[in-house]
């Protein structure tokens, strides 16, 4: 079985500090990779994705990812963090080509001034 | 961009009343999934459907049935609402295997349930 764990449910960070992140995996069968952002009372936004190809995934917003799969790790991280980088992140995995995704528990950033 | 909307973004039904989640996407997507989401839990799977007409389970069914009579449009149903099913519910969907986009969800806004 796959699952997927957020290593910190939240992260405070003043702004224009780096952030990263944390989401490890654990999976029987090659996997995508997914971060999605949550601004408060909206769905959920595609960041990033990792399907294949370059470790290294560049996302919306100045975000990006990197794959590592010795450590079954794909943490987010962004240089600089602004106010509006306030939200709930979400990393996920699909194994396969199931279009099944399994969500981790989410990691709340809170960015203060 | 693919649009998925959800009819309903907030609804209080008291205990034991049937409660219908309407979800429409407008990019011919096969596949539609329904999920649920609780603080500190995450996201997690009650139903998807590969096709018109059928349906799986996800990790947490009970509960809670669907239907998908056309393509674009995926219902979730509480045939008895209770109170531990207060939550918010997220409707996504995706393209089939092979297909731009495949394995890439899209979601609705959400829905809000409160049950009395």
């Known amino acids: 079985a796959q699952s997927v764990t957020q290593l910190d449910s939240q992260v405070p960070v003043f702004e224009e500090a780096p952030v990263e992140l944390r989401c490890n995996y654990s999976?029987?069968?090659?996997?995508?990779l997914f971060w999605y952002v949550q601004y408060p009372n909206q769905g959920l936004q595609l960041l990033l994705k990792?399907?294949?190809?370059?470790?290294l995934v560049k996302g919306i917003n100045g975000f990006e990812a990197e794959f590592n799969k010795s450590q079954t790790s794909f943490h987010l991280r962004k240089p600089s963090v602004h106010i509006s980088d306030t939200a709930e992140y979400f990393c996920a995995v699909c194994p396969g080509n199931t279009g099944k995704l399994i969500f981790g528990q989410g990691t709340t950033l809170q960015v203060k001034p | 961009d693919v649009k998925v909307t959800q009819s309903s973004r907030y609804l209080v039904k008291r205990t034991g009343e049937k409660v219908f989640l309407e979800c429409v996407q407008d990019m011919d997507h096969e596949n539609m999934f329904w999920y649920r989401q609780d603080p500190g839990l995450g996201l997690r799977l009650i139903y998807f459907?590969?096709?018109?007409?059928?349906?799986e389970k996800g990790d947490i069914p009970e509960g809670y049935s669907v239907s998908r009579e056309k393509k674009e449009r995926f219902s979730l149903i509480l045939e008895s609402a209770s109170t531990n099913q207060t939550s918010m519910y997220l409707c996504?969907?995706?393209?089939?295997?092979?297909?731009?986009?495949?394995?890439?969800?899209?979601f609705g806004a959400g829905s809000r349930l409160t049950v009395l």
């Open positions: 996504a969907s995706t393209g089939g295997s092979g297909s731009p986009g495949a394995n890439v969800l899209t």
């Open positions: 999976s029987s069968v090659s996997v995508y």
């Open positions: 459907s590969y096709d018109v007409k059928m349906k």
């Open positions: 990792y399907l294949s190809g370059s470790t």
